[in-house]
């Protein structure tokens, strides 16, 4: 990951992007793809979730010259709004990039523009409200899900083998599905850890954060309700370690730079980054509070789509993307993280048997929740 970020910086230069989440066009000159890419209000430069697809975009763009691409930032982070925002620009590109739940509803927007394709990470569309399912895609549409509990839980199982206090917690930003299932990934890899390692850690909630799902359901857990307050962010964390919490799991977009500041201030507090290896946000002088990165590797699945616009063989699908495919993952690399080896070696254990189906982390619709998991 750590490359990419490199990459992302150095196409800002050479592009000279002053406000790259702006809606300011980056380009290498020339006839192209003309891409779109709309985020949330936390913009393609958050350090996570939106950074690491506008990464998959960059990267194809230095790849290919005369592609472009241009970042547009919805603002509010409304559902309607979303795809309004979409469908403002859908005449004016060959591809649009859409990150994020919140863009489900571009399906009806993708059937009046079949000429235009679509790249849809964390949801597949819906048309006129309904989600497509799995053998029903829209043919101008690749859509991605990511089990994201897969990540979860290794960083609950980092939080759990790493803590000192013997509490730890998850902090998000939206209830959204995705979100939901770092949450109950977490809970259940520390239930793990619990039991194969004869611990007690506790996972901490605080009832005032709690989170409600699409469905209106509540879902426990620390919700900051918006993806780009870092002052809430703040707020939270500093709830979170008055309580005793030592090790904070981070799915929350740009709120989440909130919950770092409030472990940089602390003593002894740790941070999980989310999305992307987060290492580097985690410098505190001369030390650092990222304890380890739960990965889901969006780069990956925006470049590669891409690249199959660019070569004629792009076809619409619903795929949901796991580690399987190593499309989710931690970061284990030394220097990158601060897990001990008795801790990857036990993580590493764990994803084995995840990966061959014997360990299913609850998700917010996979029909286990924390409460049923079992292994």
Request: net charge negative.
């Amino acid at each position: 990951m750590k490359k990419f970020l490199a990459l992302a910086l150095s196409c800002v230069m050479a592009l000279s992007l002053a406000a790259c989440g702006n809606g300011e066009t980056a380009s290498t000159g020339g006839d192209g793809l003309k891409i779109a890419i709309v985020s949330s209000p936390s913009g393609v430069d958050d350090g996570s979730f939106n950074q690491d697809n506008y990464n998959g975009v960059l990267k194809f763009i230095e790849e290919n010259e005369g592609a472009t691409v241009t970042p547009i930032r919805e603002e509010s982070g409304d559902t309607v709004a979303a795809v309004q925002a979409v469908k403002d620009v859908v005449a004016d590109y060959d591809v649009i990039v859409c990150c994020g739940f919140q863009f489900a509803g571009i399906g009806d927007v993708a059937k009046e523009n079949p000429d235009t394709k679509f790249i849809l990470i964390d949801s597949w569309p819906t048309v006129e409200g309904t989600e497509l399912a799995t053998d029903a895609p829209l043919d101008n549409v690749y859509a991605a899900y990511y089990a994201e509990q897969e990540s979860g839980f290794y960083a609950g199982m980092a939080a759990a083998l790493s803590t000192k206090t013997g509490k730890v917690a998850v902090v998000n930003g939206i209830a959204y599905p995705s979100n939901v299932n770092y949450q109950y990934g977490f809970e259940c890899g520390v239930i793990y850890a619990n039991a194969t390692e004869g611990l007690n850690v506790e996972v901490v909630e605080l009832p005032s954060y709690a989170g409600t799902d699409v469905t209106g359901a509540n879902v426990g857990g620390n919700y900051i309700g918006d993806f780009a307050d870092e002052a809430t962010g703040k707020v939270l964390g500093e709830a979170l370690i008055a309580e005793g919490v030592d090790v904070m799991f981070v799915a929350a977009g740009g709120s989440g730079n909130g919950v770092f500041t409030a472990a940089k201030e602390a003593d002894g507090v740790m941070v999980i980054g989310c999305d992307v290896d987060q290492y580097d946000d985690g410098a505190n002088g001369d030390s650092n509070v990222v304890l380890t990165s739960g990965l889901k590797v969006m780069h990956d699945t925006v470049y590669n789509a891409l690249n199959t616009v660019k070569d004629g063989s792009f076809k619409g699908a619903n795929v949901t993307l796991t580690a399987a495919t190593d499309s989710t993952g931690y970061v284990s690399e030394s220097g990158r993280c601060q897990l001990s080896a008795e801790a990857i070696e036990k993580i590493d254990a764990a994803q084995a048997e995840l990966k061959a189906g014997k360990i299913v982390p609850a998700a917010n619709f996979n029909g286990v929740t924390p409460e049923t998991f079992t292994w």
